[in-house]
């Protein structure tokens, strides 16, 4: 059982949402991630989110819908609504597919926001150009390779 100033602790204080304001056609909305919880209900929703199970073949026209769905359901989830069908309806009326997208980024990206850095110092160092020799330094495979003398040869076609 943890310590009781733990619980106590969790008791009074609420963690802050991160909360980010999107501007479409003239009026702002105020988005907010997705909660491990809420992902997890996506999940039951939306079984090709789980990147442990194969993504079913569909046709292109389940996909789209499919995506349309779930683009919905996150704007939801976003504007604090999370499985309300009535909201997800307005949603569809109300937004374009472009500004649902808009709308879907911003919530994944505060759903995930980028790392502050590598969590060891060197974990993430850039590799200098020459650090694959048969590489270019665009990650373009090069035309000639370096022998064990240390000169360049044509690669073999």
Not at 115 to 139: C, F, I, R, V
Request: with cysteine; hydrophobic share 40%; charged share 20%.
């Amino acid at each position: 059982m943890p310590p009781q100033n733990v619980i106590d602790l969790l008791d009074i204080i609420e963690p802050a949402a991160v909360i980010e304001t999107v501007n479409i056609r003239g009026t702002d909305f105020q988005v907010r991630g997705v909660s491990n919880r809420e992902y997890a209900n996506l999940l039951r929703r939306f079984p090709m989110l789980d990147p442990v199970e194969p993504a079913p073949v569909l046709p292109r026209a389940d996909v789209i819908d499919a995506d349309a769905d779930l683009k919905r359901a996150v704007v939801a989830i976003g504007f604090g609504c999370p499985g309300n069908e009535e909201v997800e309806a307005r949603i569809e009326a109300k937004f374009s597919r472009e500004e649902m997208q808009t709308l879907s980024d911003t919530i994944f990206r505060l759903t995930n926001p980028p790392s502050a850095g590598p969590l060891a110092p060197g974990a993430a160092e850039p590799q200098p150009a020459n650090a694959n020799p048969g590489k270019a330094a665009d990650g373009a495979l090069s035309s000639s390779s370096t022998n064990s003398s240390g000169t360049d040869t044509p690669a073999p076609m």
